[in-house]
């Protein structure tokens, strides 16, 4: 069967690896906004579709059968675009996306629904560890009055000021690596995108051991699919035989 997932995360390159091994012809599509991805087995498609008519003519063009959103939970308008193309290409929609993290007893979290909102919950002469990505960077930037150490895989596009430092580094982190980053840097505020997944989690529980409060932004709204959160639970939902 032919198989487009939309990728960029270990789920979908896990996916892409266990379909690959059952004999389905797949194609894994990248934004290509990461350098030196790790790639999974299969086709690659690197770049953009062209919104929601670039990704129903694909659909169709290429003759695939079941198309599965496999991106980052805050991967943006391609998780709304895919539901509507997957609609006027007539093709079969899975949606996997990692479980959200739920917050624990006696952790001091303030759940927000934008970067801006977060960025406006900060209190003054605040020390931030910032991993939200580069989407929104400025909204934090301009809190001229606050520390911030800004956690990126990739270099941002943009000079930090003098109230900002840069550390740039791959997941997985310990738990012993993050409490000796929040010590080492005297972080009174974790500012964090709810991924999910256990590789970026230690913040979550180093914030909670160290007294770090939490400002959580939570997942945007993507429309009705087929939702599932496990490797096994997208092969089933799938629908395509051993």
Known sequence: MKILILGGTGEARELANRLVA??????????????????????????KFGGIPGLAAYLKIAGIERLVDATHPYAGLISINAVAAAQQAGVKLVRYMRPEWEQQIGADWVTVETVAEAAAALPPNADVLLTTGHAG???????????????????????????????????????????????????????TKNSGGGQTAAKLEAAQKLGVKVIMIARPVYGPANEVSSLDEAIAALDIGG
Not at 26 to 37: F, I
Not at 140 to 147: A, H, K, N, P, T
Not at 150 to 158: A, S
Request: glycine share 6%; net charge negative.
């Open 137 to 191: 960077l400025s909204h934090f930037l301009e809190r001229d009055d606050c520390q911030f150490v800004v956690r990126t895989i990739e270099v941002p596009d943009m000079d930090l000021p003098r109230h900002a430092s840069l550390l740039q580094t791959r997941p997985p982190y310990s738990l012993s690596d993050e409490m000796a980053l929040m010590q080492r840097e005297g972080i009174t505020h974790l500012v």
């Open 22 to 47: 059952m004999g389905h012809d797949v194609t894994t599509s990248l934004a290509g906004r990461t350098q030196d991805p790790k790639l999974p087995l299969g086709r690659m498609r690197m770049g």
